[in-house]
């Protein structure tokens, strides 16, 4: 025997299958909500270098820079349910060289020679690719010394140039720093990881 379904029971079934699919759409909301989670940035470049220590006779180095942020990503939902992700801005810095310096003596002599950085840097959108500024403590081998520089990264991250003071061992005199880098991903590009700047 057909039943015929009355006007409550039809409304009924209509509202279930509203409440339904509400629940759906709020549960797959949340779940695409749920993908962007809050994350520390960092960033595993290659290093070219040359380094003017005091001299006119440059020290060149190859290393590699390691940088992550202080604190992590920022999500924000507007009233549209658009989610956005803002990326930080402060970054520790650390970036390790070796190579050979023209004067690694102070003295005339050529030979081995290592530089490196420990510093902090902010990130922004300045005038023609400048990216990001900060200081750095920086220290060298051969010649042997140690200083302080201000760094400033441009062509949107892939070039950096540092200039300050440092003191070093006699018969090196003290005095003005220079150093230009070009970054590259070269972990990257050599298959040992995925990504070079990773969220």
């Known amino acids: 025997m057909n039943r015929r379904m009355t006007g ?49 006779d440059p020290a060149v180095h190859i290393g590699y820079l390691y940088q992550f942020s202080l604190r992590p990503s920022r999500i924000s939902t507007d009233e549209l ?20 310096a023209v004067d690694s003596d102070g003295a ?24 990001r500024a900060g200081v750095a403590a920086q220290g060298s081998l051969a010649p042997r010394g140690a200083g302080a520089v201000a760094r400033v990264g441009f062509l949107h991250g892939n070039g950096a ?6 003191r070093f061992e006699e018969p090196r005199s003290d005095g003005v720093v220079v150093s230009l880098e070009l970054l590259r991903c070269i972990l990257q590009d050599l298959g040992l990881m995925q990504e070079c700047i990773v969220f």
């Open 8 to 56: 409550g029971g039809f409304r009924r079934v209509v509202l279930s299958a509203g409440l339904a699919t509400l629940a759906l759409a709020g549960a797959s909301e949340a779940s695409g909500q749920a993908d962007e989670q809050p994350a520390r940035v960092h960033r595993h470049l290659g290093v070219a270098n040359a380094a003017f220590l005091s001299t006119w």
């Open 81 to 100: 349910g658009v989610v956005t992700v803002h990326s930080p801005r402060w970054f520790a810095h650390s970036m390790v060289s070796v190579g050979w």
């Open 108 to 131: 005339g002599g050529s030979g081995f020679s290592g530089l490196g950085q420990l510093g902090v840097l902010y990130r922004f959108d300045g005038p023609m690719t400048v990216s």
């Open 161 to 166: 140039l540092s200039v300050g003071w440092m």
